[in-house]
């Protein structure tokens, strides 16, 4: 797979932009003019309470929705006009790791990961080299012959993580991707985003409601030399100043807030703190 | 804003003081023809997917052999006993007129024209209607369908359109398996009930059939198959509400497919004798 990231200078282009991006349903407005950006080969973390619209917004990233009004560029194309046989096409450029894994239940883990190679039209002889070295990265390649029935939680999500990368996309949106876990497997979770992020360099946008999920992927990184994830120095090691990740924060169907984690962890304001709690 | 998959319609009505009668019945029309609307999309885009790439062949085997195979036992079954039923109900009335002779006429009619079709129609749509309904339903909800969406993949070309093709390849099959079956229960209950010899029956039965009826039956079970499939795969794929939804839905699709059916049938029963005149 893809080499070392070299990570973003603030002049880094952007990668996904919303524009004043309004959706709604039946009861009532959801997001009421939301505008942000995620520069590229940077992590944004989405933070908010449930029903607060975070789904919605990495769905209509992804292009699987359609704002009300407003715009949404991702990769340089304009996804909230595109038609949806473009966005078939288009949509092969993101990876997506949906809250519970969404796992096609009836196939194995080696079809669910090689699901996007084949339709791809990848050579058979390359497919499973691709599918082994995608879950040996989320360290299940044990599990290739298994339903996902058989698999636990977490590694449903990890064999999820495994067939959002298998084809090596720039852009990986992760639904809520530690909700409902235990600590360690949570752990496993982040240090597997944080692998991805650092190792192949993805702009990431993760959408959860644990601030902590958040500080682990800004105050850390993946030091691929040593095979294992480290605390930030602050001395400007190019991965330390590079990975850089900001917040978020969905109240009300606005942006509530949106900077640096140490504006967050720094702040007074009482509905910011009810996350640091 | 499509908020299911294959839905291109929508309402978005803000609910700030409660609604009119007015309004109620305003809503529920428009739902009622946005529904048509979805329906008839989905139905076209089942067929017209057929005409580009890529297609899902292994998934429309798997599916000939889950519709066609997996029938096969209750339609065999059914037409058996419902051959045998058309004698004893046709026979005695012909014994009255001493027209015993008559019933495998009769029998023969009835089951390609009509029952063949109606029957197997009706038994796939509870067996496959609602499988397709339970299944694609139980994709969306579990985000499957989404899954499948973000990794480039059309859902009504790999979900749905195999669905159709299979069941629209395999129910003219089934049909045909059922009016065979029905004759053989009907030679059955006609040998030991009214005492017809086997051979005359057969032959009655055969020789009354022209090729208008054949096509009658065709026809019929060609436009029943797609109606069960299109109304389950259109029930799958528009679930609300998780799982409650899916049982929901899955009742819905057996529900309008075999009235769907039904009604159709008179209409393509009144269509089929106005062709056989004009062009057979």
């Not at chain 2, 795969?233 to 039904?262: D, E, N, P």
Request: hydrophobic letters at 45%; aromatic letters at 8%; proline letters at 3%.
């Amino acid at each position: 797979m893809g080499g070392h990231g070299s990570f973003p200078s603030w002049e880094a282009r952007s990668a996904i932009a919303f524009e004043d991006v309004r959706i709604g349903f039946d009861d009532g407005q959801i997001l009421r003019g939301v505008s942000f950006c995620v520069r590229e080969r940077e992590t944004v973390v989405l933070l908010g309470e449930t029903g607060t619209g975070k789904t919605l917004t990495l769905k209509m990233a992804a292009g699987l929705l359609r704002p009300d009004s407003g715009s949404i560029d991702v990769l340089g194309q304009k996804v909230s006009e595109m038609a949806e046989k473009d966005l078939l096409t288009f949509r092969r450029k993101i990876g997506f790791m949906f809250q519970e894994g969404a796992l096609f239940d009836s196939m194995t883990v080696a079809d669910n990961v090689a699901y996007r190679l084949h339709e791809d039209g990848v050579a058979q002889e390359e497919i499973e080299p691709r599918v082994r070295e995608a879950l040996r990265f989320v360290e299940l390649e044990h599990t290739i012959d298994q339903l996902p029935s058989e698999l636990s939680g977490g590694m449903r999500r990890r064999v999820s993580i495994a067939r959002a990368l298998v084809n090596r996309p720039p852009i990986v949106l992760y639904d809520s991707p530690t909700a409902g876990l235990d600590p360690v497997t949570s752990q496993t979770i982040i240090t597997l985003i944080l692998r991805l992020r650092d190792v192949y360099g993805v702009t990431a946008l993760l959408a959860t409601h644990r601030l902590q999920d958040g500080f682990a992927l800004a105050n850390f990184h993946f030091d691929a030399d040593a095979e294992r994830v480290v605390a930030n120095s602050g001395n400007g090691s190019s991965a330390a100043n590079a990975a850089h990740t900001r917040f978020l924060v969905y109240r009300e169907g606005e942006i509530y807030f949106e900077g640096e984690p140490e504006e967050i962890a720094n702040s007074k304001d009482p509905y910011l703190k009810r996350f640091l709690a | 804003m499509a908020d299911t998959p294959l839905q291109v319609t929508g309402s978005h009505t803000k609910q700030e003081e409660a609604p009119s009668i007015v309004e109620v019945l305003e809503d529920a029309a428009k739902r009622g023809v946005a529904a048509v609307q979805d329906y008839s999309l989905l139905s076209f885009r089942s067929l017209a997917n057929l005409a580009t790439s890529p297609h899902y062949f292994q998934d429309t085997l798997d599916q000939m052999d889950d519709v066609g195979v997996g029938s096969l036992p209750i339609i065999l079954l059914s037409g058996f006993f419902i051959g045998g039923v058309m004698v004893l109900q046709t026979g005695a009335q012909f014994v009255r007129f001493g027209q015993t002779s008559l019933t495998g006429d009769v029998v023969s009619l009835a089951l390609v024209r009509e029952l063949g079709p109606a029957i197997t129609g009706l038994l796939t749509a509870g067996r496959c209607s609602s499988g397709m309904a339970s299944e694609l339903g139980s994709m969306l909800v579990t985000e499957q369908v989404d899954a499948m969406r973000a990794m480039g993949t059309d859902p009504s070309r790999k979900l749905v359109t195999p669905r159709v093709l299979a069941t629209m390849l395999m129910v003219p099959l089934l049909t045909a398996m059922m009016v065979f079956v029905g004759l053989l229960g009907g030679c059955v209950a006609s040998v030991f009930s009214l005492q017809l010899s086997a051979v005359e029956f057969w032959r009655r039965a055969v020789d009354i059939l022209e090729f208008p009826d054949l096509m009658q039956g065709f026809i019929k079970s060609l436009a029943f198959a797609f109606i069960l499939a299109t109304v389950g795969c259109y029930k799958g794929l528009t679930v609300r509400g998780g799982t409650q939804g899916v049982g929901r839905a899955t009742t819905q699709a057996v529900v309008i497919s075999s009235v769907l059916i039904i009604v159709a049938d008179l209409f393509l029963t009144k269509l089929s004798l106005y062709l056989s005149n004009k062009i057979f």
